[in-house]
Each structure stands twice: as C-alpha cells, then as structure tokens.
C-alpha cells in the first residue's frame, strides 16, 4: 500500500465553500494514468491534479489533469488552484512554469494566508475548430425553449484555446434557467468537445461583465462552478461575434451561482489589429484541506 499527499483548494473564490473545488497531489511520482483517473474518480470533484518532476529542469513541474472522466490536456482552475498549491508547499517566489499536455503554461502567484491569486498566460490562442451543433439541438439539450439561442453575429460556434467548447448566447434569465435534458444532450455529438458553455452579458455582480454556465456530462461533470479552460477560449467567441477594440479588455466571468457555488473569473484579453494576441486568466484559491490518500 502507498500513501500519498493531498491537498484541496476551492478556486476562482475567495472564500472556502465556494468556487471550484480541486484535489492536487503534490508528488504523484509511482502512479499510473489508470491509478490516476480512479484516484480522480474517487475524489470526485470537476478536477484533479497530479503534480510531477518537469521534463525540462527550467520548469517547476510536470502536472497531469483528470476529469472523473478522462485526462485534458490543459484546464483552467486545476492550472490556478495547481500554481498556488505549488508555491505554498515548496515557498516558491516569482513566475512559475508548469508542463501541461497542451504546452508550458506560465503562471505568475501572488500568495496571502489563506491561499492566493494566480494568472497564467496561455500559449494557446483562441480559434474556432469545427462546426456547432444545431441551435434546434441544442435548445433541446439544455431544455430552452425555441427561439432562445442567439443565432445571429453570436451564433453557436466551436471554439478552443487548447481544449474546445462550444459557446451559447442566450438572455440572462434563459441561462439562470437551463439545466440538461440527459435524453437530448447525446444528439449534440460532442466528440472531442468538452461541453457547452451558455453566456450572457452583465450578472449578479456590478462588475461582471458575463454571466455564465458550463455543462460537460461527458467528462463527468453534469455542470462545472467555474470553468478556466473555456474562460480562455471566449474571447475567441466575443472576436468572431463582434468587435473588440485594439488595446487591453478586462472581463470578470461570473459562473456557478445557480450551483450554490459563486466564482469570478479574471479575463485580460489583448487585441491587435482586429484579432487577439493574448488571453490571461486569473482568480483566487482557497486552501480547504490536506489529507493522505492511500492506493
């Protein structure tokens, strides 16, 4: 029997009980892919790191994330919550580099008492990977009614900043509103896409620029508090629909308050020439609870 060391944080909050929830392994050196994802299932949270010696000794560390699910390749509040809890462990300082399955992710933290802020910049840049499902599909799928999803410059797209979404434009009180119809979500033929995420602007807070919801019955998450990863391909979705001035947009994402779990979410968008050049996300990360957990 091997033990091993684990930590949980709650991310895109700054407070306990709210936002993401996320389990890191801080040394996962001697376990398996399989182990892992049966480790993940058991947690059974939206996310679980497993945190490894980096391939190039530059870096802080190797990091492989799972869903209950399957692995990603790149996702957001496992990279937030992964960096923070790295730091507090080992006392690092300054810009720390993790190597992620879609590529080194630079991720800049600031600790506090109970925890930290961290951004990372993604080396992916938004692009639109393929066509949406119907808009008659997808109605259907998070049970509103016709007419709901915006069909116009906001149409339905695909879209991915190293894992792809498809993102959804309805009213605010349609999004507060959805929930999965399980007998029609298969027919939307989500292959290789995590999930769908429906926005729209403004929210709960005065600040928030968006309010939205993610679903990804796929990956084992009938609807997550607050996703990083779509976060970072959005602005994909907001070029593509409508313009965006040359210069820096700042975005707080709001996500999770029909779950009971509130999360804000930092966006830095720069635009050049009409197109983005670069996304940063960021937020905070709670530290919840260590533990051994044993295989």
Partial sequence: MRAYDFVTYDVFTSRRFAGNQLAVLLDAEGL?????QTITREFNLAESTFVLPPENPENIARVRIFTPGYEMPFAGHPTVG????????????????LELKAGVFTVDVK????????????????KENGAAPSVEA???????????????????R??????????????LDQVRAAKVNSAAWDALGLDEVVGVYLYSEGGEADDASWHVRMFAPGAGIMEDPATGAAAAGFPGQIALSQKLEDGEHRWVIEQGFEMGRPS????????????????????????????????
Avoid at 111 to 126: M, Q, V, Y
Avoid at 138 to 156: N, Q, R
Avoid at 158 to 171: C, H, M, T
């Fill in 32 to 36: 398996s892919g399989e182990e892992m």
């Fill in 158 to 171: 695909r879209v991915g900043a190293g894992v792809d979404f498809v993102y959804v434009r309805a009213p």
């Fill in 138 to 156: 997808i109605e259907k799928a998070l049970s509103l009614p016709p007419g709901s999803v915006d069909t116009g410059d906001h149409k339905p």
């Fill in 264 to 295: 804000r979410i930092n966006a830095t968008v720069t635009v050049g020439n009409g197109a983005v050049s670069a996304v940063r996300i960021g937020g905070d990360a709670v530290f919840v609870q260590k533990g051994q957990i044993f295989v």
């Fill in 111 to 126: 600790l506090s008492e109970t925890g930290g802020f961290a951004e990372f910049k993604n080396p992916n840049l938004p």
């Fill in 82 to 97: 992964t960096s923070v809890a790295l730091a507090k462990a080992r006392g690092l300082a300054g810009p720390l580099k």
